[in-house]
């Protein structure tokens, strides 16, 4: 069986790199404490530097990347230097980056050119509200459909697509999504992407939930959610927390 997928977005925190490496030597030592977890830590980028080492479980993940490996694009940083500096991994489409203005036609240009940089990327989708009608789950199909349409595929089972309900997120989270919520969306997104990139590749493609995953709420994702791995941001900056979402994936 695959190893669960625990990855930690840290976001825009925190504030020094005397806090990061205080946080990525414990990160690092939770995995090393559970190595039949992957864990990725997700840092801001001036951080990541020097933060490559880790155990074989353990890996590093850039929050976005562009969608060329060099050039003329003022504050961009590309996947190629991700990897470069020892990123295996890339979040694209994060809620917080598309409330930026980021579309689906740049993820979908930026998640070709991550899987090429070798990189694995983590397409993050999901609704804004639920509506009765169901709008939501076109607004979730289209994401996907566009996001992926560039993607051969052959090398489209890499991605691994992470469903992150926005109204589940963060500090503004209504609530946090059920996991029989969640499971609904699985199979519903396990079905859109049999269509879009056939049933061998949907097959491989990792899906991982997150929003509002805490110590309590994350080993009911992973046993009845229906995914592989939690995508978590406030509580991998605490690590009694980290620590304890690890644990529950080692279950
Ligand atoms: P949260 O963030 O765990 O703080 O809700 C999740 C995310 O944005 O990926």
């Not at 929050?63 to 230097?81: K, L, N």
């Not at 994060?94 to 998640?111: F, M, N, P, T």
């Not at 609530?175 to 396990?190: G, K, T, W």
Request: proline share 4%; aromatic share 6%; hydrophobic share 50%.
């Amino acid at each position: 069986m695959a190893k669960k997928l625990i990855i930690a977005n840290w976001k825009m925190n925190p504030e020094s790199v005397k806090e990061a490496d205080a946080l990525y030597v414990n990160s690092v030592k939770i995995a090393s404490m559970f190595p039949g977890v992957s864990v990725v830590v997700a840092p801001p980028l001036v951080f990541m530097r020097g933060l490559a080492k880790g155990p074989d479980n353990f890996s590093l993940a850039g929050q976005d990347a562009f969608w060329a490996g060099i050039g003329s694009y003022t504050g961009e940083v590309s996947a190629t230097m991700l990897a470069s500096v020892g990123a295996k991994y890339v979040i694209l489409g994060h809620s917080e980056r598309r409330a930026l203005g980021e579309s689906d036609e740049a993820i979908a240009q930026k998640l070709l050119f991550s899987l090429k940089a070798g990189l694995i990327p983590i397409l993050c989708v999901g609704e804004k509200v639920r509506d009765a009608e169901g709008a939501y789950l076109k607004e979730l199909g289209q994401q996907l459909a566009t996001s992926l349409a560039k993607v051969p595929k052959k090398i489209a089972g890499k991605v691994v697509v992470a469903y992150e309900p926005v109204w589940a997120i963060g500090k503004n989270a209504t609530r946090a999504a059920e996991p029989h919520d969640v499971l609904e969306m699985s199979i519903y997104i396990r079905r859109i992407l049999m269509n879009l990139v056939g049933a061998e590749a949907a097959k491989a493609i990792t899906l991982v939930y997150g929003g509002s995953v805490d110590a309590k709420n994350a080993e009911g994702f992973l046993s009845t959610g229906g995914v592989a791995g939690l995508l978590v941001g406030r509580d991998s900056l605490n690590q009694k927390s980290f620590e304890k979402i690890v644990a529950a994936a080692a279950h």
